[in-house]
């Protein structure tokens, strides 16, 4: 049998513009201009940072008042913090209403972001996600066209993501059970039929080989009715 299934998963392990910009990840051309920058983007990670992205996660959507020392009391509860940053504009000083928070364990890091994700800070709903620059393959950033989330708004959203996960496809969701649909599996009926149910290649053929044409339009009620071509064998069959 062809494997016409392969391992789906909500979140993406690749990041692709395209495929992020579709709720079901199965999108093959762009639909906004915002993609076709961020498939045309050279972005290259920051590799002079020093944290540890796999301890590391990213909060998004912070109030702009939220300070270090906010974002600190609420992620300690989980695990030692090896360091805490709110990224600010280096020319007015302003929280861009994002940060990072970095643990020593891995363990509590993974907590953190199942406990604290759409939790609420100082009146807004917080995004805590793995940080992707150094751990998602491909990352474009969201001021190049890409990143996760966005508003509905904007009109350009992104799945592939905790926040919005990929819904799962059509073709995804057929019984395991039942041999699929697939280019190795067509038959000339509509629809698919297992072994046991297709009618035998040789049903309208003679002993001598030669199909018979008066009886390739019977249907199988009508085989069973009239049984095989042996006439010996089924006593009803019709003469011509």
Known sequence: MANCYKRWSPYAEHYNPIEVGSKDGKDIEPHDNAIVRACNALYHPNHLLTNNPQTTLFIGRLDKNVTEKD???????????????VVRDVVTGYSKRYGFVEFKNKHDCHEAR???HQTVLKGKKILVEFECQHTLPGWIPRRLGGGFGGKKESGQLRFGC???PWKRPVQVELN????PICDTHKHANKYYRTESERLPQNLHETKDGRRDKSRSHLNRNQVKRYGSEDSSENPKRRKT
């Open 71 to 85: 974002l600190e009391d609420v992620f300690i509860k989980y695990g030692k913090l090896k360091n805490v940053t």
């Open 114 to 116: 199942s406990e604290l």
């Open 162 to 164: 905790l926040d919005r």
């Open 176 to 179: 395991c059970s039942k041999t």
